[in-house]
């Protein structure tokens, strides 16, 4: 049985983490790259950036800040925000991310998912999915860092984006974002049920034990938090020893280091142009 990623997310503003609430009421976590070092040596699977008003203002990806975390991790990470081309996706990766995330762009031209697929190959394309409830039960697509509804509904959009090539999908739930009552699972389970790529469960965490019902009753193949990392409700080893211990397949030991020394044994090679 493949291993269930532990992700910590990086919504990034300004060059700052921040960590709101439903998308609002953002708080000061820190500097990107100073902690996505020590989420590195405390053994988090993935990392995800995402600059989250970079398509609402028109701005660019922090190129610097990529290059910067390149240099200091050690482990696979994702970046999103602004990204609107395959050039831009092609930027992203040279500079050392690992994978790219596009949201609003391939709502506007799906073929944008294709296109990075087929230039990049389909494990490079994570899309990502900010989803409203409606009253009927049913969930939509929100773009723009969740300020514009799409009217696209969110289990039929995810169904697409597989369909047209994407690698992953990140879903966030709009509603649970931040709150940290746990993921919402009937959403996770309409969209793992509908699409064969892995889910990444986003929104809501609040302790391991959510995690662990994101992958044993919703069906995510990774488990995203932001708020419980950041602000040290939960430490990633203890995510990990509770997801073991509930027979979820966890990596327990850090492919970074080896028991007789705390030097690094893996190097990060940088991508050629792909």
Known sequence: MLTKRVIACFDVDRGRVVKGISFVDLRDA????EMAAVYDREG????????????????ETVMEMVRRTADRVFIPFT????????????????????KIAI?????ADPSLIGAGADRFGSQCIVVAIDAKRHCDGSFEVYTHGGRRSTGRDAVAWAREAAERGAGEILLTSMDTDGHQDGYDLPLLRAVTSAVSIPVIASGGAGSARHMVDAVTKGGASAVLAASIFHFGTCKVADVKSEMAAANVPVRL??????????????VRKKPTSP
């Open 30 to 33: 820190g500097d990107p790259v």
């Open 44 to 59: 988090i699977d993935e990392l995800v950036f995402l600059d989250i008003t970079a398509s609402h203002e028109g701005r």
């Open 79 to 98: 970046v999103g925000g602004g990204l609107r081309s395959p050039e831009d996706m092609r930027a992203v990766l040279e500079a050392g991310a690992d």
């Open 103 to 107: 949201n609003t762009a391939a709502v």
């Open 253 to 266: 030991d850090h492919p970074r280091y080896t028991a007789a020394s705390d030097r690094p044994v893996t």
